[in-house]
Nanobody, 122 residues
Framework: QVQLVESGGGLVQAGGSLRLSCAAS????????MAWFRQAPGKEREFVAA????????DYAESVKGRFTISRDTAKSTVSLQMNSLKPEDTAVYHC???????????????WGQGTQVTVSS
């Protein structure tokens, strides 16, 4: 059974940092792209960042570029999201996801984690 489990969320003040992690189990995703999406209350789930299978390519939403960094450890089947200079508008449930190739389209991601809550206070 494939599982993606996120961790590292929490409450932080504006300007602070958090590091999210996602561990995959049940199969290997060494040739898959991995990504982070987020969903705030009452809003659509939106793309945050993605990384290719060999980490050669990364992609970021404009709203997080320069503040967030995505990385992965293929041997450990994990993907991380370092979030710095957090803003209240970053508040959301963050989900990791797996796709065949790097893309911003959430419909292309076949596996999803349950999510971890990130709350940024002003």
């Amino acid at each position: 059974q494939v599982q993606l489990v996120e961790s590292g969320g929490g409450l932080v003040q504006a300007g602070g940092s958090l590091r999210l992690s996602c561990a995959a189990s049940g199969r290997t995703f060494s040739t898959n792209a991995m990504a982070w999406f987020r969903q705030a209350p009452g809003k659509e789930r939106e793309f945050v960042a993605a990384i290719s299978w060999n980490s050669d390519i990364t992609d970021y939403a404009e709203s997080v570029k320069g503040r967030f960094t995505i990385s992965r450890d293929t041997a450990k089947s994990t993907v991380s999201l370092q979030m710095n200079s957090l803003k209240p508008e970053d508040t959301a449930v963050y989900h990791c996801a797996v796709a065949s190739f790097i893309t911003r389209s959430k419909s292309r991601y076949g596996y999803w984690g349950q999510g971890t809550q990130v709350t940024v206070s002003s």
